[in-house]
């Protein structure tokens, strides 16, 4: 290593005089600035003059935690200060190596020994040092190694040091459970002690332990229900009231004991952190209570009236942790909710809307929906979309559950897709699309609400709508024969303004115009037919009736419109006007004489023409629904595919060649599994059709062969029975009650006779929720408890096993113990296994006898036992060896 | 547990970092943006918690508030009290004022050492360990005259630091 030269070390420049230097710069010049100070930085660290040394690293960290400049090719030099005699040397070094290192940093053993020597320095800022260190960059390795050290510190006679050593603990465990049969009886011990400096660290440490797997510290309860009763710091009580917010509902036995004190302190203090937490821990663990939850509410209550926006803000809250079980309590509050809407805070709009959507039901949806769209109206878009979005996805709980009026919720959709700020297309898609397949009575309304955004050009110029639009064009083209007027529609799809959209949006609508011709010229010949075979017209032919210039017009629009794209560049475009092209050159021919061939041929005419198009009309008006997110799993899986290999090497090849076809099936979403399946079945059996005479065939050969992928049992039914039927047991019960209910409620002749519709497609519906929204929420707590509670479980046990048989030789010979774990370990830890099983099986029987029947003599009996342990352990707890003693206690207290 | 304590001035300038988990620079300078960029947006007179699910990962709450040109940031998760970790603030904020006299940003600015040595008292791998202000000055002051004194030893002062407080 060069010597730095002697200049260097004269007038290196201090921390002070970069942070002055920094600040003079120009934002421009700064970086020039920094990158020439690590240069010096970079001279200056190798420097063998500790001092030197320190400076540069102390400017180095300096300028990684302000300036984020990397500091870890400094790592090695942060270890040569922390070897230092010097405290203030020591100390840059522990801040360098505490901000920049990590499991993955080389060097990271060789601080090994050091931290050992200072843990055991008799200058009690080293060792503080040392363990603020160990407790923010602990490896398995070091914590392994310095557990012995800091097991000691744990009994040190200066409060500061034992505090730190406590700070330490909950790092040690977790990357060295083994630490737990070390250390678990000092902390026990720790939170006995009468220092509340100690007692707010130890109780902190519990409560991490505890959120994490709260069932190992059950034992612990009688400690920290002492705690709570006691203590008068509101710190300790925070945390002790958060690992009671965890045992509680472990143990319903103990919840019945905690509810009095938490609710005194509730009553009695002054301290809102407090009085909130109460509150908050009664509502999430104190559910059964009644009284404590009527306290808690009218706490809550008090929150909401303050000022101070805080408070208003968790008191909201509060109420929105309450609102699944106890809508009672957005009720009662229902003035502030609707106030807090437009609450300057955005934070307290937020909870409010949430409280606002809880409180909707069947009865009121129409109502707040219309008060929310009208707030949606008045607010910045960000919270004008939170509206849409909560209204959305409250709408389709359940698939729909709250809704009894789908054409409102339907026009409602229409209007929200209107409203300037909103991003909310791809949502609203969805639903429109999944209405129409589900509802089969609202399928006039949603033509009608699909027409309206269609013929608006305006909308075709926003991108946030286009995947609405193409839902509409779908939904248009699917149902086209509710529609008043055809050729309008029509006309509205092939509007120049389309180019404005993407072109696989452009598909779909190209594809409507052409089922909304199909349908036209189909209509034409049934209302020719009809004029021949009888005189008199069905009233409703009239409206819709198609004159055979109006059906020339509509080929001629078709046409002109489609004609430039047949060169389209896309494909799918490309291809799909070529398809309507053909299609239409086969029907003029019929259309280009009429007046010269008119009845002679008229015969011949229909053989040619109108069975094409009565093909291609079967083919689009076959019923289409909804497929169950759990089909695919149907199908059984061919015994030569083999699914779990892996694949990642064609990804690689055709990754590039696959990613348009996804995007050509717009109607394609992660959410809906069920609409997308079936919007691209849909389009896929579409486009088997088209010209080709035989589609018709292919079609139904297809859906035959891919029957199994629909849900043919409910449409059958849907068919066969004009009248409820008798649903699956399993959503029957809830949904058809109420529903039918509502029915007689309702006056509307519209509303009863649609209502055996809709109890119809919930059915559906509910086995395909059951496939897609159960798991999603029940997974993810399961996978983190996992990956915690295994550890934790495991140094639980070892820490009951423990408490019979290790405390003994440990707390003979404090001293020496820094040796002993390890070579104890192997022995020890058998026989506390076998420990704890006796305890448990112990436990279980208890539990058994008071889950039967347990009479409240026994309780007070009990309780009186409970005094008894109480005492006996707190006066035991001075004399170590008694302390085996406490654990037999504990089971008496819960059981 | 608490996972950031930050303060930023209020163009965007960190002014103390301290993140309880490792992470990169660029993250961190990721997630100070993140966080500045909502801080800024926010009017006075509101609410002292950011919904900071998007920044910080579930389970991240963030409580701040606002002195003069400085915002103080606490990012913790669900096992902290929100109103606790506002007191807490408090305290922080307080124990400066006491160790700076009417502490000011220019304070917080050149006496990085000693910011950190005042966190460290209070938060330790991000736990809290000591909520009062006059248990964490008595620490800070030990632990500056240990500093001081070890810096004595050596022979010759060579970095004649204009700029000490006191």
């Keep these: 290593m060069a010597s730095p030269s002697l200049m260097d070390t004269l007038f290196q420049r201090s921390l002070d005089d970069i942070i002055k230097g920094v600040r003079q710069q120009q934002s421009s010049t700064e970086s020039i600035f920094i990158s020439k100070v690590i240069e010096e930085i970079r001279r200056e660290i190798k420097s063998t003059d500790l001092r030197t040394k320190s400076t540069a690293l102390q400017k180095l960290t300096y300028l990684n935690s302000i300036h984020f400049i990397d500091m870890s090719w400094a790592s090695f030099h942060a270890i040569e200060c922390i070897s230092s005699p010097t405290f203030s040397h020591k100390k840059i070094g522990y801040l360098a190596i505490s901000q920049s290192f990590n499991e993955s940093t080389p060097v990271i053993l060789l601080i090994s020994n050091q931290l050992r020597k200072d843990l055991k320095s008799s200058n009690e800022f080293e060792v503080s040092l040392a363990l603020d260190c160990l407790s923010r960059i602990g490896t398995v390795d070091l914590c392994r190694d310095l557990t012995s050290e800091v097991f000691t510190l744990m009994s040190s006679s200066k409060v500061f040091v034992r505090k730190k050593g406590i700070g330490v603990v909950l790092r040690l465990f977790e990357k060295y459970p083994d630490a737990v049969r070390v250390c678990f009886k000092k902390l026990v011990e720790s939170l006995e002690g009468s220092d509340s400096q100690i007692v707010s660290a130890v109780v902190g440490v519990f409560c991490e332990l505890a959120s994490k797997d709260p069932r190992s510290y059950l034992p612990l309860a009688p400690e920290f229900y002492r705690i709570l009763v006691d203590s008068k710091n509101n710190w300790v009580l925070i945390q002790v009231l958060k690992i009671f917010a965890k045992l509680a509902p472990l143990e319903p036995r103990l919840a019945k004991r905690m509810v009095e004190p938490i609710c005194d302190h509730m009553r009695k203090t ?432 297809h859906r035959k062969r891919h029957g199994l992928y629909y849900l043919p049992s409910e449409k059958n039914k849907i068919l066969a029975n004009d009248y409820p039927p008798a649903n699956d047991p399993s959503s029957g019960i809830n949904t058809n009650d109420d529903t039918e209910d509502l029915v007689k409620l309702a006056d509307q002749s519209l509303v009863s006779k649609r209502k055996p519709n809709h109890a119809k497609p919930r059915p559906v519906v509910v086995k395909l929720e059951g496939g897609d929204a159960a798991p999603v929420v029940s997974k993810k707590p399961e996978l983190k408890d996992d990956l915690l509670s295994g550890a934790i479980r495991d140094s639980s046990s070892k820490r009951k096993g423990k408490a019979k048989h290790v405390i003994l030789p440990d707390s003979k010979e404090n001293l020496a113990v820094g040796e002993q774990p390890n070579h104890e370990n192997p022995s020890s830890r058998r026989s506390q296994h076998r420990g704890h099983g006796k305890e448990k099986s112990k436990k279980s029987r208890g539990k058994k006898n008071g889950d039967g029947r347990e009479d409240d003599g026994e309780k007070e009996r009990e309780k009186i036992r409970d005094h008894h342990g109480r005492h006996k352990s707190r006066q035991r707890a001075d004399a170590p060896i008694n302390v085996v003693a406490q654990t037999p206690d504990i089971p008496d207290y819960l059981l | 547990m608490i996972k950031a304590v930050l303060v930023i001035n209020t163009q965007g300038k960190p002014r103390l970092t301290k993140f309880y988990d490792f992470l990169t620079v660029e993250k961190q300078q990721e997630l100070i943006r993140g966080v500045f960029g909502v801080l800024c947006t926010r009017a006075e007179k509101v609410s002292n918690f950011m919904e900071v699910d998007s920044i910080f990962g579930p389970d991240s709450r963030l409580v701040y508030k606002h002195y003069a040109t400085l915002y103080f940031v606490f990012v913790f998760d669900s096992s902290e009290n929100e109103l606790a970790m506002l007191d807490l603030i408090q305290v922080f904020v307080e124990t400066l004022d006491k160790c700076f006299r009417n502490v000011c940003e220019l304070d917080i600015v050149f006496n990085y050492s000693k910011l950190h040595a005042i966190i460290d008292e209070i938060i330790s791998g991000g736990q809290v360990l000591e909520t009062s202000s006059t248990e964490v000055m008595r620490a800070v002051e030990e632990i500056s005259k240990s500093e001081a004194a070890s810096n004595s030893i050596s022979l010759v002062p060579k970095t004649v630091s204009g700029w000490r407080s006191r």
Aim: glycine share 4%.
């Design chain 1, 270 to 701: 002054g301290a809102k952190s407090l009085v909130f937490e109460c509150i908050r821990t009664v509502v999430t663990s104190f559910t059964e209570y009644e009284s404590a939850m009527k306290l808690a509410a009218a706490k809550i209550r008090e929150f909401l009236m303050e000022d101070d926006p805080n408070l208003k803000y968790l008191g909201l809250h509060a109420v929105s942790i309450m609102a699944p079980k106890h809508l009672w309590a957005v009720l009662e509050n229902k003035d502030v909710v609707i106030q807090s809407l437009s609450d300057e805070d955005p934070n307290i709009k937020l909870e409010s809307l949430r409280l606002v959507m809880a409180m909707a039901s069947e009865s009121n949806l129409v109502e707040t929906c219309r008060v929310l769209v009208n707030y949606a109206l008045k607010s910045d878009p960000e919270f004008c979309n939170e509206i849409l979005g909560s209204i959305l996805s409250t709408c389709c709980r359940n698939v729909y559950d709250v809704i009894i009026d789908f054409d409102w919720y339907v026009s409602l959709l229409g209007e929200m897709s209107r409203i300037p700020n909103c991003s909310k297309g791809e949502e609203i898609e969805n639903q429109l699309i999944d209405i129409g397949m589900r509802v089969k009575d609202v399928r006039p309304e949603l033509v009608r609400v699909g027409r309206d955004l269609l013929i608006d050009p305006a909308l075709l110029g926003n991108p946030f709508l286009h995947r609405l639009l193409s839902a509409a064009a779908w939904v248009c083209g699917e149902y086209v024969e509710f529609s008043r007027n055809p050729v309008e529609l029509m006309e509205a799809l092939l509007q120049p303004r389309t180019s404005l959209l993407p072109s696989s949006i452009r598909t779909v609508y190209m594809q409507s115009a052409f089922k909304v011709l199909i349908f036209c010229i189909h209509s034409y010949f049934l209302q020719k037919e009809e004029m021949t075979s009888e005189t008199s017209t069905p009233a409703f032919m009239e409206e819709k009736s198609f004159m055979h210039e109006s059906i020339v017009n509509l080929l001629n629009l078709m046409e002109l419109a489609l004609g430039p794209l047949s060169g389209s560049l896309d494909v799918e475009i490309q291809e799909r006007a070529w398809n309507v092209l053909g299609f239409i050159e086969l029907v003029r021919q019929e259309f280009s004489n009429p007046l010269i061939r008119k009845e002679a041929n008229l015969e011949r005419e229909k053989v040619i023409a109108s069975r094409v198009v009565e093909w291609v009309h079967d083919a689009f008006s076959e019923e289409l629904g909804p497929v169950s997110v759990t089909a695919q799993d149907r199908v059984l899986v061919p015994d030569e595919l083999v699914l779990k290999e892996n694949l990642t090497d064609l990804e690689a090849i055709c990754g590039g060649v696959e990613l348009p076809s996804p995007g050509s099936f717009s109607l394609t979403s992660p959410y809906y599994g069920e609409s997308a399946g079936f919007s691209v079945s849909n389009l896929q059996g579409e486009e088997d059709s088209e010209p080709s005479t035989e589609s018709t065939s292919l079609l139904t050969e």
